[in-house]
Protein backbone atom coordinates (compact mmCIF):
# COMPACT_ATOMS: atom_id res chain seq x y z
CA UNK A 1 0.00 0.00 0.00
CA UNK A 2 2.79 2.17 0.98
CA UNK A 3 4.40 1.55 -2.39
CA UNK A 4 1.30 2.15 -4.09
CA UNK A 5 1.06 5.86 -2.40
CA UNK A 6 4.84 6.14 -2.93
CA UNK A 7 4.03 5.88 -6.54
CA UNK A 8 0.86 7.69 -6.92
CA UNK A 9 2.72 10.86 -5.28
CA UNK A 10 5.75 10.37 -7.48
CA UNK A 11 3.42 10.00 -10.48
CA UNK A 12 1.34 13.25 -9.42
CA UNK A 13 4.66 15.20 -9.19
CA UNK A 14 6.15 14.21 -11.98
CA UNK A 15 2.72 15.29 -14.16
CA UNK A 16 3.54 18.50 -11.80
CA UNK A 17 6.51 19.28 -13.44
CA UNK A 18 5.46 18.18 -17.04
CA UNK A 19 2.80 19.90 -17.97
CA UNK A 20 3.66 21.39 -21.10
CA UNK A 21 6.26 17.93 -22.21
CA UNK A 22 4.41 14.84 -23.48
CA UNK A 23 4.34 12.30 -20.66
CA UNK A 24 4.86 9.07 -21.81
CA UNK A 25 4.23 5.85 -19.17
CA UNK A 26 4.46 2.13 -20.23
CA UNK A 27 3.14 -1.20 -18.72
CA UNK A 28 5.04 -4.53 -18.73
CA UNK A 29 2.87 -7.38 -17.81
CA UNK A 30 6.08 -9.77 -15.92
CA UNK A 31 4.12 -12.74 -15.69
CA UNK A 32 3.60 -13.00 -19.18
CA UNK A 33 7.36 -12.27 -19.92
CA UNK A 34 7.98 -15.29 -17.40
CA UNK A 35 5.22 -17.34 -19.38
CA UNK A 36 6.22 -16.31 -22.79
CA UNK A 37 9.23 -15.23 -23.16
CA UNK A 38 12.04 -17.50 -25.48
CA UNK A 39 14.29 -17.33 -22.30
CA UNK A 40 12.09 -18.55 -19.83
CA UNK A 41 10.60 -21.38 -22.37
CA UNK A 42 14.37 -22.42 -22.36
CA UNK A 43 14.89 -22.16 -18.83
CA UNK A 44 11.89 -24.17 -18.11
CA UNK A 45 13.24 -26.78 -20.80
CA UNK A 46 16.72 -26.36 -19.07
CA UNK A 47 15.31 -27.14 -15.68
CA UNK A 48 13.41 -30.04 -16.74
CA UNK A 49 16.38 -31.84 -18.28
CA UNK A 50 18.50 -31.00 -15.29
CA UNK A 51 16.08 -32.91 -12.63
CA UNK A 52 14.77 -35.31 -14.85
CA UNK A 53 16.92 -37.84 -13.39
CA UNK A 54 15.98 -37.03 -9.66
CA UNK A 55 12.76 -37.09 -10.78
CA UNK A 56 12.67 -40.89 -12.12
CA UNK A 57 14.43 -41.60 -9.37
CA UNK A 58 11.58 -40.68 -7.13
CA UNK A 59 9.17 -42.37 -9.36
CA UNK A 60 11.26 -45.61 -8.88
CA UNK A 61 11.43 -44.89 -5.17
CA UNK A 62 7.30 -44.34 -5.19
CA UNK A 63 6.73 -47.71 -6.91
CA UNK A 64 8.89 -49.33 -4.44
CA UNK A 65 7.03 -48.49 -1.49
CA UNK A 66 3.43 -49.50 -3.10
CA UNK A 67 5.12 -53.00 -4.38
CA UNK A 68 6.06 -53.62 -0.69
CA UNK A 69 3.01 -52.03 0.65
CA UNK A 70 1.01 -54.55 -1.88
CA UNK A 71 3.06 -57.36 -1.23
CA UNK A 72 2.65 -56.42 2.72
CA UNK A 73 -1.09 -56.54 2.51
CA UNK A 74 -1.47 -59.52 0.65
CA UNK A 75 0.83 -61.85 2.22
CA UNK A 76 0.85 -60.18 6.16
CA UNK A 77 -1.54 -63.06 7.79
CA UNK A 78 0.83 -65.82 5.92
CA UNK A 79 4.24 -64.69 7.21
CA UNK A 80 5.87 -64.42 10.18
CA UNK A 81 5.85 -61.92 12.76
CA UNK A 82 9.79 -61.56 12.66
CA UNK A 83 9.07 -61.31 8.41
CA UNK A 84 6.40 -59.06 8.74
CA UNK A 85 8.31 -56.74 11.09
CA UNK A 86 11.19 -56.96 9.12
CA UNK A 87 8.83 -55.82 5.86
CA UNK A 88 7.30 -53.18 8.36
CA UNK A 89 10.81 -51.40 8.82
CA UNK A 90 11.89 -51.85 5.30
CA UNK A 91 8.83 -50.12 4.20
CA UNK A 92 8.98 -47.56 6.96
CA UNK A 93 12.61 -46.50 5.95
CA UNK A 94 11.39 -46.24 2.01
CA UNK A 95 8.66 -44.09 2.70
CA UNK A 96 11.41 -41.90 5.56
CA UNK A 97 14.18 -42.52 2.27
CA UNK A 98 10.77 -40.87 -0.06
CA UNK A 99 9.93 -38.15 1.83
CA UNK A 100 13.61 -37.12 2.28
CA UNK A 101 14.23 -37.16 -1.03
CA UNK A 102 10.83 -35.74 -2.37
CA UNK A 103 11.57 -32.27 0.10
CA UNK A 104 15.57 -32.13 -1.13
CA UNK A 105 13.98 -32.55 -4.77
CA UNK A 106 11.13 -29.75 -4.18
CA UNK A 107 14.19 -27.18 -2.33
CA UNK A 108 16.43 -27.61 -4.47
CA UNK A 109 13.82 -27.34 -7.68
CA UNK A 110 12.86 -24.26 -6.17
CA UNK A 111 16.04 -22.92 -5.82
CA UNK A 112 17.19 -23.35 -9.37
CA UNK A 113 14.08 -21.90 -10.88
CA UNK A 114 14.18 -19.00 -8.87
CA UNK A 115 18.18 -18.36 -9.99
CA UNK A 116 16.38 -18.91 -13.40
CA UNK A 117 13.68 -16.38 -13.11
CA UNK A 118 16.14 -14.26 -11.92
CA UNK A 119 18.77 -14.12 -14.92
CA UNK A 120 15.36 -14.00 -17.24
CA UNK A 121 14.00 -10.99 -15.10
CA UNK A 122 17.45 -9.39 -15.92
CA UNK A 123 17.25 -9.61 -19.28
CA UNK A 124 13.35 -8.12 -19.42
CA UNK A 125 14.63 -5.24 -17.36
CA UNK A 126 17.34 -4.69 -19.73
CA UNK A 127 14.88 -5.07 -22.41
CA UNK A 128 12.43 -2.21 -21.10
CA UNK A 129 15.32 0.10 -19.90
CA UNK A 130 16.44 -0.46 -23.99
CA UNK A 131 13.04 0.23 -24.86
CA UNK A 132 12.18 2.97 -22.51
CA UNK A 133 15.05 4.75 -23.85
CA UNK A 134 14.96 4.39 -27.10
CA UNK A 135 10.79 5.43 -27.09
CA UNK A 136 11.46 8.04 -24.78
CA UNK A 137 9.04 6.75 -21.86
CA UNK A 138 9.12 8.49 -18.79
CA UNK A 139 7.62 5.84 -16.84
CA UNK A 140 7.54 1.34 -17.25
CA UNK A 141 5.45 0.06 -14.79
CA UNK A 142 5.39 -3.69 -13.87
CA UNK A 143 3.15 -3.74 -11.41
CA UNK A 144 -0.55 -1.77 -11.81
CA UNK A 145 -3.98 -2.45 -10.62
CA UNK A 146 -5.05 -1.18 -13.92
CA UNK A 147 -3.52 -0.03 -16.94
CA UNK A 148 -4.87 1.18 -20.85
CA UNK A 149 -4.11 -1.47 -23.64
CA UNK A 150 -2.09 1.09 -25.44
CA UNK A 151 0.43 1.71 -22.17
CA UNK A 152 1.09 -2.02 -22.34
CA UNK A 153 4.58 -2.45 -24.16
CA UNK A 154 4.86 -6.23 -23.32
CA UNK A 155 4.70 -7.18 -26.50
CA UNK A 156 7.95 -4.86 -27.71
CA UNK A 157 9.73 -6.40 -24.56
CA UNK A 158 8.77 -10.42 -26.00
CA UNK A 159 9.75 -9.19 -29.68
CA UNK A 160 13.27 -7.80 -28.34
CA UNK A 161 14.05 -10.76 -26.25
CA UNK A 162 13.26 -13.12 -28.62
CA UNK A 163 15.68 -11.17 -31.06
CA UNK A 164 18.22 -11.51 -28.26
CA UNK A 165 17.54 -14.97 -27.54
CA UNK A 166 17.93 -15.24 -31.96
CA UNK A 167 21.02 -13.22 -31.79
CA UNK A 168 22.88 -15.18 -29.03
CA UNK A 169 21.82 -18.96 -29.65
CA UNK A 170 22.06 -17.79 -33.48
CA UNK A 171 18.98 -19.82 -34.49
Known amino acids: MKK ?11 FATCEAAEFRIGYV ?16 QKIEKEFSVRDQE ?4 IKQVKEL ?8 SKISDSTRRI ?3 ELANL ?25 VLAKADKAIK ?3 ESEDYDVILQEAV ?26
Do not use: W
Request: cysteine-free; overall charge negative; aromatic content about 4%.
Open 4 to 14: SIGMFMLLAST
Open 29 to 44: DTERILRESEQAVQSE
Open 58 to 61: IKKL
Open 69 to 76: QVSLDKEG
Open 87 to 89: KER
Open 95 to 119: NLQLQTQQREFREDLNLRKNEELAQ
Open 130 to 132: TIA
Open 146 to 171: YRHPRVDITDRVLKYLAEESVETTGK
